[in-house]
T-cell receptor
């Protein structure tokens, strides 16, 4: 069984500040891990994914995430928030031999000017 | 290139009525998925098509839900009869084998 826990349903950051979104997973086998973003009135868009290669994964729009097996974490960061980063972010996991994604509950990011 | 298209974007129906959601995947994508997000909760897997065949429907809540994929192209998800707990956002996604998923913007279903 797999599950994902996102700590914090809402995060508010100032423009230019660090964005840190936390994700912890549980998986019975080595997982593939993903971060998706949903902007208002749009579909989910893949930010980045971890598939057992480099543990530090760089994604689009300046985001990156680090896979830490010992902590079962896959936290998402961006050094400097932009107003356009306001969106809902989802962490997801799946087994390497499966297509089903298991999502976290999502974290809504607001960016203050 | 057109993305994944879902119709309608919003649907408001009364309990006991029938609703059909439609998803048009990206052309050429054999894999098609349905997911659902009940308000405030996680996005949950419903089912997975490969072409016109149901590969995995383990996430379908009950037999009031029927998904079809005619000729391996577009897919429909019918809820009959709808219940209050069926309210939520229904997402469709498509992909090539072992490639990333492209999601539609979802159908917001409200059952009153």
């Amino acid at each position: 069984a797999q599950s994902v826990t996102q700590l914090g349903s809402h995060v508010s950051v100032s423009e230019g500040a660090l964005v840190l979104l936390r994700c912890n997973y549980s998986s019975s086998v080595p997982p593939y891990l993903f971060w998706y973003v949903q902007y208002p009135n749009q579909g989910l868009q893949l930010l980045l994914k971890y598939t057992s290669a480099a543990t530090l994964v760089k994604g689009i729009n300046g985001f990156e995430a680090e896979f830490k097996k010992s902590e079962t974490s896959f936290h998402l960061t961006k050094p400097s928030a932009h107003m356009s980063d306001a969106a809902e972010y989802f962490c997801a996991v799946r087994r390497s031999n499966d297509y089903k994604l298991s999502f976290g509950a999502g974290t809504t990011v607001t960016v203050r000017a | 290139e057109a993305g994944v298209t879902q119709f309608p974007s919003h649907s408001v129906i009364e309990k006991g009525q029938t609703v059909t959601l439609r998803c048009d995947p990206i052309s050429g994508h054999d894999n098609l998925y349905w997911y659902r997000r009940v308000m405030g909760k996680e996005i949950k897997f419903l089912l997975h098509f490969v072409k016109e065949s149901k590969q995995d429907e383990s996430g379908m809540p009950n037999n009031r839900f029927l998904a079809e994929r005619t000729g391996g192209t577009y897919s429909t998800l019918k809820v009959q009869p709808a219940e209050l707990e069926d309210s939520g956002v229904y997402f469709c996604a498509s992909s090539q084998p072992d490639e990333k998923l492209f999601f539609g913007s979802g159908t917001q279903l409200s059952v009153l």
